[in-house]
Nanobody, 123 residues
Framework: VQLQASGGGLVQAGDSLRLSCACS????????MGWFRQAPGKEREFVAA????????RYAESVEGRFTISRGYAESTMYLQMTTLKPEDSAVYYC?????????????????WGQGTLVTVSS
């Protein structure tokens, strides 16, 4: 089982960035997927989640209206479009696959994790 996150980088405040997550079809095509992030010295936190077919989404309050989560045509892929980035969005972003098909927000609902991609937003 592999999840591969990509797309991180160094951007300025107000810029946009799109993260991608590729997952094996067997693991992710019928499962919800999500993004979490962890900043230095902080706990991992929920960012966004999408249901197995892309029909339902959930967001952390801190990113609502700025980030958009979606699934690709191949439903084992996932994206996070981030706009109006802020320095406090800086973190390692992890993609994950959930045990079930519904979009969920708790980390213990996810049983497969990618390696993370670093996003740094300068002020």
């Amino acid at each position: 089982v592999q999840l591969q996150a990509s797309g991180g980088g160094l951007v300025q405040a107000g810029d946009s960035l799109r993260l991608s997550c590729a997952c094996s079809r067997r693991t992710c095509s019928n499962n919800a997927m999500g993004w979490f992030r962890q900043a230095p010295g902080k706990e991992r936190e929920f960012v966004a989640a999408v249901g197995w077919n892309g029909g339902s989404t959930r967001y952390a309050e801190s990113v609502e209206g700025r980030f958009t989560i979606s699934r690709g045509y191949a439903e084992s892929t996932m994206y996070l479009q981030m706009t109006t980035l802020k320095p406090e969005d800086s973190a390692v972003y992890y993609c994950a696959a959930a045990r079930g098909s519904a979009a969920v927000t708790t980390a213990n609902s996810y049983n497969y994790w990618g390696q993370g991609t670093l996003v740094t937003v300068s002020s």
